[in-house]
């Protein structure tokens, strides 16, 4: 099972930025897509973006143009860079991984880590 580790969450203005992280760990070797989920208070889980081994990268709409998704395979870690936040981006945030992007899509995970507050005032 692969252990996610996700960091860099915190309280910032509209406007700001912030920069996640989130370093996988354990039975790394089936590692293909890493993606970012947030999770709202009282909405479900939503992925915002993903990335492949190689470099592919997909957005939700909703941040598109704002947060830049991208990794280290030599550390097995991701990040998401994310500018521009808006208030509406106040979540916990979540990585995971797998072999497709639309094993990330379904998200029916047994495992998730704890997450990273990101909370921005308005």
């Known amino acids: 099972q692969v252990q996610l580790v996700e960091s860099g969450g915190g309280l910032v203005q509209a406007g700001g930025s912030l920069r996640l992280s989130c370093q996988a760990s354990?039975?790394?070797?089936?590692?293909?897509?890493m993606g970012w989920y947030r999770q709202a208070p009282g909405k479900q889980r939503e992925l915002v973006a993903t990335?492949?081994?190689?470099?592919?990268?997909n957005y939700a709409d909703s941040v598109k143009g704002r947060f830049t998704i991208s990794r280290d395979n030599a550390k097995n870690t991701v990040y998401l860079q994310m500018n521009s936040l808006k208030s509406e981006d106040t979540a916990v945030y979540y990585c995971?991984?797998?072999?497709?992007?639309?094993?990330?899509?379904?998200?029916?995970?047994?495992?998730w880590g704890q997450g990273t507050q990101v909370t921005v005032s308005s």
């Open positions: 990335i492949s081994s190689g470099g592919t990268t």
């Open positions: 354990g039975r790394i070797s089936s590692i293909n897509y």
């Open positions: 995971n991984t797998g072999p497709t992007r639309a094993y990330l899509l379904r998200g029916a995970f047994d495992y």
